[in-house]
């Protein structure tokens, strides 16, 4: 997974709390994109940015808020932190066009209590 | 809607027993599925991109097939390094942003 840096690698936040999620890709990529993965859900996606500048919602945004600071960076924030957020989130990030890949960090386990 | 569905959930083999893992979609128009390898407390990591129906890819133990409905990735002769979390996604025409994960099955390998 080198190329795409996640931190914190883990957080505990208490109900209420809020917090920012960072991810910083060195892949020179356009698209960047933060999932959520819970047991038996699968990875979901809360919010894309395709390119600098624009950010679009993905699946579940709901609670999320997203920026994308630059070309290598993409946060996340969660303004008012609720258990039910507490999930495994992964950043990942792909060039588009001719290959599609799809490359992730490590992810960041944030438990809400 | 598009949608990704993996089967079985969880598989658990002998070493050297060879199976295959199914990835079932409905998209407007597919523009790739993916296949990843999951580990413990790990990010997802990159197998294979296939683009169109007929298309196989080999790596190691590991082939991946495409058909108009469905991919497989076939196991040939497991090894217990093999035990993962297996991810298929597909990116559609209708949403060239945005790529659609499967469950994923967990395949458990026995020496």
């Known amino acids: 997974n080198a190329g795409v840096t996640q931190t914190p690698k883990f957080q505990v936040l208490k109900t209420g709390q809020s917090m920012t999620l960072q991810c910083a890709q060195d892949?020179?990529?356009?698209?960047m994109y933060w999932y959520r993965q819970d047991p038996g859900m699968g990875l979901r996606l809360i919010y894309y940015?395709?390119?600098?500048?624009?950010?679009d919602k993905g699946e579940v945004p709901n609670g999320y808020n997203v920026s994308r600071l630059n070309k290598r960076e993409f946060s996340l924030r969660l303004e008012s932190a609720a258990p039910s957020q507490t999930s495994v989130y992964f950043c990942?990030?792909?060039?588009?066009?001719?290959?599609?890949?799809?490359?992730f960090g490590e992810g960041s386990w944030l438990t809400v209590v | 809607e598009d949608q990704v569905t993996q089967s079985p959930e969880a598989l658990r083999l002998q070493e050297g027993e060879s199976s295959s893992l199914n990835c079932s979609y409905t998209?407007?128009?597919?523009?790739?599925l993916f296949w990843y390898r999951q580990d413990p407390g790990k990010g997802p990591e990159f197998l294979f991109t296939?683009?169109?129906a007929g298309e196989e890819k080999e790596k190691e133990r590991l082939k991946a097939t495409l058909t108009k409905k469905e991919s497989f990735l076939h196991i040939t002769a497991p090894k217990p390094e093999d035990s993962a979390t297996y991810l298929c996604?597909?990116?559609?025409?209708?949403?060239?942003?945005?790529?659609?994960f499967g469950s994923g099955t967990r395949l458990s390998i026995r020496p």
């Open positions: 990942a990030t792909n060039r588009r066009g001719t290959e599609n890949t799809i490359y």
């Open positions: 892949m020179n990529h356009n698209s």
């Open positions: 940015s395709a390119s600098e500048g624009t950010t």
């Open positions: 998209v407007s128009g597919l523009r790739g």
């Open positions: 296939l683009y169109s």
């Open positions: 996604a597909v990116q559609a025409d209708s949403s060239a942003s945005k790529i659609i």
